[in-house]
């Protein structure tokens, strides 16, 4: 064999060889791509998505609540104070038929779906929102039972907290998966809404 054809088959075969890595290296980011843009497409849909929709229907339900039953105070029960009985099972009607189904919900999504969160620890509003729900069965539980002398649970809701990281979570979330489809990632609009 001569150097000619020592050389054209060295160099035929280092092309073949830098093209076949060339296309493992393109397979595989393609690959881990696909895979990243799953990831965030399951978290946008089975866990963002579902709290940050039933956090705002809370707050909206909540907000309509008390504009209707307390537009003069920011609360629903004041310290020291003693709601009459109509204010009371109006109150409860709402918190077992409108709220607690809704928080419920919010407990499923967090406990079925903490697999998708990014932090390497439980948020504290999620345990918080979790701590809340479990405290009022008890209550809950009483009211079944003829005892009205509670009325709220002892750990509150943590609503602005809950909010804020629900919508952040799903704006960034937004934003990478239009990055990794390729599209132009649009302004937040999650971010604005009000809080509680």
Do not use: C
């Given at each position: 064999m001569d150097l000619t054809t020592?050389?054209?088959?060295?160099?035929?075969?280092?092309?073949?060889?830098?093209?076949?890595?060339?296309?493992?290296?393109?397979n595989l980011k393609l690959a881990q791509r696909k895979d990243r843009l799953d990831r965030v497409n399951a978290?946008?849909?089975?866990?963002?998505?579902?709290?940050?929709?039933?956090?705002?229907?809370?707050?909206?339900?909540?907000?309509?609540?008390?504009?209707?039953?307390?537009?003069?105070?920011?609360?629903?029960?004041?310290?020291?104070?003693?709601?009459?009985?109509?204010?009371?099972?109006?109150?409860?009607?709402?918190?077992?038929?409108v709220f607690m189904p809704l928080n419920v919900a919010i407990v499923d999504v967090i406990t079925k779906h903490a697999d998708l969160l990014d932090e390497s620890d439980m948020p504290k509003p999620l345990l918080d929102a979790c701590s809340h729900v479990a405290a009022y069965r008890a209550v809950i539980k009483q009211w079944e039972q003829g005892d009205f002398s509670e009325l709220t649970s002892v750990i509150?809701?943590?609503?602005?907290?809950?909010?804020?990281?629900?919508?952040?979570g799903f704006t960034r979330l937004k934003g990478e998966q239009q990055r990794l489809l390729g599209q132009k990632v649009a302004p937040s609009v999650a971010g604005t809404a009000g809080l509680m």
């Open positions: 020592a050389v054209t088959i060295s160099v035929s075969v280092l092309l073949a060889v830098g093209g076949y890595v060339a296309t493992y290296a393109y978290q946008l849909s089975d866990f963002y998505g579902p709290l940050l929709a039933l956090v705002s229907a809370g707050e909206s339900s909540f907000d309509a609540f008390r504009q209707k039953h307390r537009p003069d105070k920011p609360w629903i029960f004041g310290r020291g104070e003693t709601p009459t009985e109509q204010k009371s099972a109006t109150w409860r009607l709402w918190m077992v038929e509150n809701f943590p609503s602005p907290d809950l909010f804020l990281f629900a919508s952040e």
